[in-house]
């Protein structure tokens, strides 16, 4: 007879993710559309456009129900995804730290 035993190995949680993690990219005065629920589509010369979740919610900022309307200018520190969250952004995008924001 033969016993095999299995294990699971609890993976380690990337603790330098989220708003509160390290910056790895810092976008400068691009054009955004507020898309809602405080994520932005931001024009991006690499990828085309990338979508980041603002850290920071403001229920003042104008939905663009157009996806050829950029309604602001936005900086700021994206951060890191945390893996395992029920909703995360396609990426590549992440939570953003806004620096600066300017509606058009």
Same mark, same amino acid.
């Given at each position: 007879?033969?016993?095999?035993?299995? *294990?699971?190995?609890?993976?380690?949680?990337?603790?330098?993710?989220?708003c509160?993690?390290?910056?790895?990219?810092?976008?400068?005065?691009?054009?955004?559309?507020?898309?809602?629920?405080?994520?932005?589509?931001?024009?991006d *010369?690499?990828?085309?456009?990338i979508?980041?979740?603002?850290?920071?919610?403001?229920?003042?900022?104008?939905? *663009?129900?157009?996806?050829?309307?950029?309604?602001?200018?936005? *900086?700021?520190?994206?951060?890191?995804?945390?893996?395992?969250?029920?909703?995360?952004?396609?990426?590549?995008?992440?939570?953003?730290?806004?620096?600066?924001?300017?509606?058009?």
């Amino acid at each position: 007879m033969s016993i095999s035993a299995f *294990s699971c190995k609890k993976e380690k949680v990337d603790e330098d993710c989220g708003c509160n993690g390290q910056t790895y990219r810092t976008l400068e005065n691009l054009q955004a559309r507020y898309t809602g629920n405080g994520t932005f589509a931001v024009a991006d *010369s690499i990828d085309g456009y990338i979508y980041v979740s603002a850290c920071d919610m403001d229920n003042a900022l104008e939905v *663009s129900n157009d996806d050829k309307t950029w309604n602001y200018i936005i *900086s700021g520190n994206v951060k890191k995804r945390c893996l395992g969250l029920d909703l995360e952004l396609p990426a590549p995008g992440g939570p953003i730290q806004i620096t600066y924001i300017k509606k058009k």
